[in-house]
């Protein structure tokens, strides 16, 4: 891997966590009432650009993974320590703060079941998910988590995805984006072999993004600017059959476009201003923060014009990043390195 292109998926590490904070801060509430307008003027922030997050940190997750030189069993001792301890620390810190809330006299409803019907089962389950496969869009307790099960899981059977990168090469490849695009609904499964093999496909082949990206830099940002142009047209004025299609080539597009930013944001000295383990724990702590803020602007501002719920929802993704990076500076620095899986 050249340094360029190292340097530049380490500036992304700061804008695909605020790009999932840009997403979750607006799908974690249903705002009651019509806000037409108010969809239509978050579009483009929440779901065009929120949701190039997590497909841009697979993709970089399997790239990462098979350029790396170590054994099968190495790789997976490393996750376990990076990724299995700390998912495990956090969604039981998260499960012990519902337990010490139904203590004190608070019901606790999970995905629509009461915490007082709960056996032990039930309680181990959350670590895998809520309590419902959903098609399989289930999550954990703490739902973003549900990128670091599957990037676990991905580990586990990256022979596979090995021998059918190297052999059956792009054919796999298209099948597995045509499998992501006509999945309806969040297509979490898909989404996660399709740009993990994607990323998996570059160093397998021995291929630099940054270099092939920027060898098509006009074809690579014309696309960009072109399909985001059809997903938010089509979404918020000229609906068609192909929303969704649209809206899946247009988040692959993001990607290299992406990656040029970096690159050239890094060549002119605009540094990323987020520390790989502030970005894991970042990851970690927004979403309770904002949850409880999405709410509390739900439950006191219904009424509220759709200028009002675009400006609360700008003033909560800018909340909850500081919020949470000021978790991070008072941490003391042993429990860093125990949060982040040893990132910081």
Same mark, same amino acid.
């Given at each position: 891997?050249?340094?360029?292109?190292?340097?530049?998926?380490?500036?992304?590490r700061?804008?695909?966590?605020?790009?999932?904070?840009?997403?979750?801060?607006?799908?974690?509430?249903?705002?009651? &009432?019509?806000? =037409?307008?108010?969809?239509?003027?978050?579009? #483009?922030?929440?779901?065009?650009? &929120?949701?190039? &997050?997590? #497909?841009?940190?697979?993709?970089?997750?399997?790239? !990462?993974?098979?350029?790396?030189?170590?054994?099968?069993?190495?790789?997976?001792?490393?996750?376990?320590?990076?990724?299995?301890?700390?998912?495990?620390?956090?969604?039981? !810190?998260?499960? *012990?703060?519902?337990? *010490?809330?139904?203590?004190?006299?608070?019901?606790?409803?999970?995905?629509?079941? %009461?915490?007082a019907?709960y056996?032990?089962?039930?309680?181990?389950?959350?670590?895998? $998910? +809520?309590?419902?496969?959903? %098609?399989?869009?289930?999550? @954990?307790?703490?739902? #973003?988590?549900?990128?670091i099960?599957?990037?676990?899981?991905?580990?586990?059977?990256?022979?596979?995805?090995f021998?059918?990168?190297?052999?059956?090469?792009?054919?796999?490849?298209?099948?597995? *984006?045509? /499998? /992501?695009?006509?999945? @309806?609904?969040?297509?979490?499964?898909?989404?996660?072999?399709?740009?993990?093999? !994607?990323?998996?496909?570059?160093?397998?082949?021995? +291929?630099? @993004?940054?270099?092939?990206f920027?060898?098509?830099?006009k074809?690579?940002?014309?696309?960009?600017?072109?399909?985001?142009?059809? $997903?938010?047209?089509?979404?918020?004025?000229? #609906?068609?059959?192909?929303?969704?299609?649209?809206?899946?080539?247009?988040?692959?597009?993001?990607?290299?476009?992406?990656?040029?930013?970096? $690159?050239?944001?890094?060549?002119?000295?605009?540094?990323?201003?987020?520390?790989?383990?502030?970005?894991?724990?970042?990851?970690?702590?927004?979403?309770?923060?904002?949850?409880?803020?999405?709410?509390?602007? *739900?439950?006191?501002?219904?009424?509220?014009? $759709?200028?009002?719920?675009?400006?609360?929802?700008?003033?909560?993704?800018?909340?909850?990043t =500081?919020l949470?990076?000021?978790?991070?500076?008072?941490?003391?620095?042993?429990?860093?390195?125990?949060?982040?899986?040893?990132?910081?």
């Amino acid at each position: 891997m050249t340094q360029r292109n190292k340097d530049a998926i380490a500036w992304l590490r700061f804008p695909l966590i605020f790009f999932v904070i840009l997403l979750h801060a607006y799908s974690v509430v249903q705002i009651p &009432g019509e806000h =037409a307008v108010f969809f239509k003027t978050a579009y #483009p922030l929440s779901l065009w650009i &929120g949701e190039t &997050g997590v #497909p841009g940190f697979f993709f970089i997750s399997g790239f !990462l993974f098979f350029l790396s030189k170590k054994t099968y069993g190495d790789k997976l001792r490393s996750r376990f320590h990076t990724l299995l301890v700390p998912y495990i620390i956090w969604n039981t !810190l998260l499960l *012990a703060a519902y337990v *010490a809330a139904y203590a004190l006299g608070h019901p606790q409803d999970i995905n629509g079941r %009461n915490m007082a019907d709960y056996g032990w089962t039930d309680y181990i389950r959350l670590f895998w $998910d +809520r309590g419902s496969f959903d %098609n399989g869009n289930f999550v @954990p307790l703490l739902c #973003p988590y549900w990128y670091i099960r599957n990037l676990l899981l991905l580990s586990v059977v990256s022979p596979l995805i090995f021998v059918l990168v190297r052999y059956v090469r792009e054919l796999f490849l298209l099948g597995m *984006a045509v /499998w /992501w695009m006509f999945t @309806p609904h969040n297509a979490f499964i898909q989404q996660s072999v399709f740009f993990f093999s !994607l990323g998996a496909y570059f160093s397998i082949h021995e +291929r630099v @993004p940054l270099i092939m990206f920027s060898q098509k830099k006009k074809l690579t940002i014309s696309l960009c600017i072109v399909l985001g142009l059809a $997903d938010i047209i089509t979404h918020v004025a000229f #609906p068609t059959p192909f929303n969704l299609q649209i809206h899946r080539m247009a988040l692959i597009a993001n990607i290299p476009a992406l990656f040029l930013l970096a $690159d050239y944001c890094v060549r002119h000295g605009f540094q990323s201003p987020l520390l790989t383990g502030a970005a894991f724990i970042v990851f970690s702590i927004h979403y309770p923060l904002i949850v409880m803020m999405r709410k509390g602007c *739900a439950h006191y501002f219904a009424q509220a014009n $759709d200028a009002v719920q675009f400006a609360l929802y700008l003033g909560c993704v800018v909340a909850v990043t =500081a919020l949470s990076l000021l978790f991070y500076q008072l941490l003391p620095h042993s429990l860093r390195n125990l949060l982040s899986g040893n990132r910081s």
